[in-house]
């Protein structure tokens, strides 16, 4: 099931009936109801901005089990709401136990750096089929070459350094796939500075909270990572698993722009901190596009069956739930193609 969204600035959700609904006060004599839907239906609820919740709302969601996440009306990442932890000590003991084991860490780390740069070079090559562009034939040659190069380091920090250098190039080849009106030069974050960078921070920011919902659903420790250094509130491990499935939501912003989902005037400018801003219909439409996505279907390596895009990030976790379980740090990748 898809997370319900909720864009409308200044709106409430409550429970009435066993349905969460989402309503707008416009005054005292008239309220609008914008959106009803089963509670056993909803999986998630992802609120962005100005919207409340009643203490029904949240009691009954808590209830359930079904998160809630909270970000900024421009998409920013800002909390979450969320039930009992899964109260699975022996796989938090294994977790922490492994992060002691050097080589345990960089042979893991090593899977997930090897997922990511193979699902990019794989997007590359999918879309230059019929450009042959010489610039991202060579972006794609670029992450060959760092693909052969991960199995020989030897420590993290040259691991990153790879990882990095060969992302860098990714990001060179696949701007050449956006028509200039988009003024994508490479990758800038915090702040995003063109609209292509502001799809993929939200992007990304939504991928993340599924990866997260993933990591804990199996009974990890979302912040215990192998990839990514530990930082105080970073979900590493998180983090770790969104690697492979960055270019996703790369492939949806692609597709987005290039069909006329999205296009230059839905955005506009904005403060210094914040200086492109993706207008709340756009926000609507690039929402649709990701859960198009997101629900479409993928044979999964190890399972052999056809799921859904978001079943596959859980299927993620619990594979490298397993690894961690089984001290086998052989994670595979989705193998995108």
């Known amino acids: 099931m898809p997370p319900v969204y909720v864009v409308e600035q200044n709106t409430k959700l409550r429970i009435r009936n066993q349905r969460l609904e989402v309503e707008r006060v416009e005054d005292d004599a008239h309220i609008e109801t914008l959106l009803s839907v089963p509670l056993g239906q909803v999986s998630q609820v992802i609120l962005f901005g100005n919207v409340g919740l009643t203490t029904p709302a ?57 997922a990511k740069l193979s699902h990019q070079r794989a997007l590359l090559l999918r879309h230059n089929r019929q450009r042959s562009d010489p610039l991202i034939h060579s972006a794609a040659e670029q992450l060959a070459q760092a693909l052969e190069a991960v199995e020989r380091k030897q420590n993290l920090a040259s691991l990153r350094g790879l990882e990095g250098s060969a992302t860098a190039a990714y990001f060179g080849g696949l701007r050449r796939l956006f028509d200039p009106v988009w003024r994508f030069e490479k990758r800038t974050r915090r702040p995003p500075a063109d609209p292509v960078n502001v799809l993929l921070s939200f992007g990304y920011t939504l991928m993340a909270q599924t990866a997260s919902g993933a990591v804990q659903s199996m009974g990890l420790d979302p912040y215990a ?27 949806v912003a692609l597709w987005a722009c290039a069909s006329g989902q999205i296009t230059p005037q839905d955005f506009e400018p904005g403060p210094p901190e914040r200086p492109v801003l993706l207008l709340e219909d756009g926000l609507k439409r690039f929402i649709r596009a990701y859960e198009t996505r997101m629900e479409g279907r993928f044979t999964h390596p190890l399972r052999g069956v056809q799921l859904a895009m978001r079943q596959c990030v859980f299927e993620q976790a619990r594979q490298a739930a397993d690894c961690i379980q089984q001290a086998k740090p052989d994670f595979r990748g989705m193998g995108f193609r």
């Open 58 to 114: 949240i009691d009954a969601l808590l209830g359930e089990g079904r998160e809630v996440i909270f970000l900024t009306r421009n998409g920013e990442y800002r909390g979450r709401l969320i039930g009992e932890i899964t109260p699975h000590v022996p796989l938090r003991r294994a977790q922490y136990a492994r992060l002691n084991e050097p080589h345990f860490v960089l042979a893991l780390a090593k899977r997930f750096v090897h």
């Open 225 to 251: 990572g192998f990839l990514h250094e530990y930082a105080y509130n970073r979900p590493a491990l998180a983090l770790d698993l969104l690697e492979e499935f960055r270019p996703v939501v790369d492939g």
